[in-house]
Each structure stands twice: as structure tokens, then as C-alpha cells.
Antibody
Framework: QPQLQESGSGLVRPSQTLSLTCAVSGDSLSSGGYSWTWIRQAPGKGLEWIGY???????YYNKSLKSRVSISLDMSKNQFSLNLRSVTAADTAVYYCARGKFYMDVWGKGTTVTVSS | DIQMTQSPSTLSASVGDRVTITCRASQSISTWLAWYQQKPGKAPKLLIYDASSLESGVPSRFRGSGSGTDFTLTISSLQPGDFATYYCQQYDSSSTYTFGQGTKLEIK
């Protein structure tokens, strides 16, 4: 069973860039057939899809975040990354990475990111 | 953009009850719908995909149905571990995803 593990800074200053990485084991990003997805959940709120990337590099983003977000692949390390620019307190959330095939069948445990000065 | 509306937001039930959660899409999504279960402090877990296909390892008391704009998740006989929050998620032809707002299933 594949495993995904998020890592990155747990505290980000307002207006700075949030950067997270998802390390994948038990599957290869280059094998194709899956999208590699980021999802977040603000405290006490529901799930919000951020975006995903295919192995060929094509990306799809939530319209509400599109101007600030980018997702990229690092095939050599078998990991993918999320960058979210110009963060505010509203970006405070648990961030999950997941493997997808339209639906997400394997999830990381999540990492908490707090935006605060 | 396609909006997903779940009902109810909160549902109180007892062990052994049969419960149904509804998810409505703002436009037709064929059967491009998944259901997830999330317990506090944990990542969501896939239960159902393509509206009615049971994910491997998920108990058969979970059943999904529907197509077009109206979908349901039915749990036939609630077990103690089923008390959690449930989300629907659509995946449409525009390659974007949307989650419902969630239904919290509580012990009565």
C-alpha cells in the first residue's frame, strides 16, 4: 500500500509563501495513471480541494486559489510540492496530500500550518 | 463551478440504526461522485467511488447510490466506529473537484 508523508514549515508569516512537500513511498510518481493532490481543512471546517498535478506535469487548481498556488513534481525524489503565496490567517489549516484517480484513495496524515506573525 | 450540498449537516442516530446522507450537485455529474469518512484528527478515508463502487476493505453496510444530481450514502446498521463526519466529492469534466460541506454523524 502506498504511503504519503507531508512535511514543511508549520508556521508561516503573513504575506510569505507556504511551502510543503509530500514524499511518496510504495508507488512511483512517474508510473502514470494518478493525480497527486493537495487538500486542506481549516480548523473546524470542511475539506477544500487545492489542486493536483499529473505525472506529465499538467496542473489543475481551485479557481479561488489559482492566482497564488503552484504544484510541482520532483521525480528524482519521488515527491511533489505545494507553494501558496501571499498567505493570510485564512490559510491556516491542516494540509493533506493524496493520490487520486478523480477520487482520492490514499492520503497522508496531514500537516498543520499556522499563518501568524 | 459545480456546488455540492449535503444534508443533513448533523445526524443523530443509535448503534444498529439505518441512516442515509444526501448529496446534491448543482448540475449533472453523471456518477462522478465519491464518499469519504473522516474521524477527528485523522485523514479522510475513501468509502465509495463512482457513486456506488465500494472501496476495497470497506464493509458492505456502506452503500452508495444515485446519478445525475442526487446521491445518497446509506449505512445499513450503524456500528460504533461509524460515528464520524462524511463528505461527498464530485469530479467533473472540467477536471476540478468539489467537496460537500460534510455531515456529522453523532451518537443519539
Amino acid at each position: 500500500q502506498p504511503q504519503l508523508q507531508e512535511s514543511g514549515s508549520g508556521l508561516v508569516r503573513p504575506s510569505q509563501t507556504l511551502s510543503l512537500t509530500c514524499a511518496v513511498s510504495g508507488d512511483s510518481l512517474s508510473s502514470g495513471g494518478y493525480s497527486w493532490t493537495w487538500i486542506r481543512q481549516a480548523p473546524g471546517k470542511g475539506l477544500e480541494w487545492i489542486g493536483y498535478i499529473y505525472h506529465a506535469g499538467s496542473t489543475y487548481y481551485n479557481k479561488s486559489l489559482k492566482s497564488r498556488v503552484s504544484i510541482s513534481l520532483d521525480m528524482s525524489k519521488n515527491q511533489f510540492s505545494l507553494n501558496l503565496r501571499s498567505v493570510t490567517a485564512a490559510d491556516t489549516a491542516v494540509y493533506y496530500c493524496a493520490r487520486g484517480k478523480f477520487y482520492m484513495d490514499v492520503w497522508g496524515k496531514g500537516t498543520t500550518v499556522t499563518v501568524s506573525s | 463551478d459545480i456546488q455540492m450540498t449535503q444534508s443533513p449537516s448533523t445526524l443523530s442516530a443509535s448503534v444498529g440504526d439505518r441512516v442515509t446522507i444526501t448529496c446534491r450537485a448543482s448540475q449533472s455529474i453523471s456518477t462522478w461522485l465519491a464518499w469519504y469518512q473522516q474521524k477527528p484528527g485523522k485523514a479522510p478515508k475513501l468509502l465509495i467511488y463512482d457513486a456506488s463502487s465500494l472501496e476495497s476493505g470497506v464493509p458492505s453496510r456502506f452503500r452508495g447510490s444515485g446519478s445525475g444530481t442526487d446521491f445518497t450514502l446509506t449505512i445499513s446498521s450503524l456500528q460504533p466506529g461509524d460515528f464520524a463526519t462524511y463528505y461527498c466529492q464530485q469530479y467533473d469534466s472540467s477536471s476540478t473537484y468539489t467537496f460537500g460541506q460534510g455531515t456529522k454523524l453523532e451518537i443519539k
